[in-house]
């Protein structure tokens, strides 16, 4: 990769990673999901500014061109965020289905005791 498209992408990536911490400053995302977007951002621009290390980790894995082993660990990254968003959206269900269970035995309650006021006045 020529020195202009490494700046190039250095560049895109400080913007984007500078993005995403100033989505967490506005609290429009939450740190647990920013740190992995984060950690992906910093782990590329390191392979990008050190293209060496990427070579090394191709040849020790054994994968024909780096290009395949980007798209193998976007993949995998991918998985593993689809996984963790699953589990949360499983988690918050149970939550929503809980409260509505909860305000709807409130509801009853309220209910119960406005007609006992009735009855007694």
């Known amino acids: 990769m020529n020195l202009k498209l490494q ?3 250095a560049v895109v990536i400080l913007l984007a990673l500078a993005g995403i911490a100033n ?15 984060l950690t992906v951002g910093a782990l590329v621009l ?3 500014i ?6 090394y980790l191709v040849h020790l894995l054994g994968i024909e061109l780096p ?4 798209f ?4 995998c990254f991918t998985l593993f965020l689809v996984f963790i968003l699953t589990v949360k959206v499983s988690r918050q269900s149970e939550q929503l289905k809980r ?12 209910m119960k005791g406005e007609s006992c006021k009735k009855k007694d006045e």
């Open 46 to 48: 390191v392979l990008d």
């Open 72 to 75: 193998f660990f976007g993949f």
């Open 23 to 37: 989505m967490v400053r506005r609290e429009t995302l939450d740190i647990k999901f920013a740190l992995s977007w």
């Open 7 to 9: 700046i190039i992408v």
């Open 67 to 70: 290009v395949n082993m980007m």
């Open 99 to 110: 409260l509505t269970q909860e305000v709807a035995l409130l509801e009853e309650r309220l």
């Open 50 to 55: 050190f293209p060496g290390i990427m070579n």
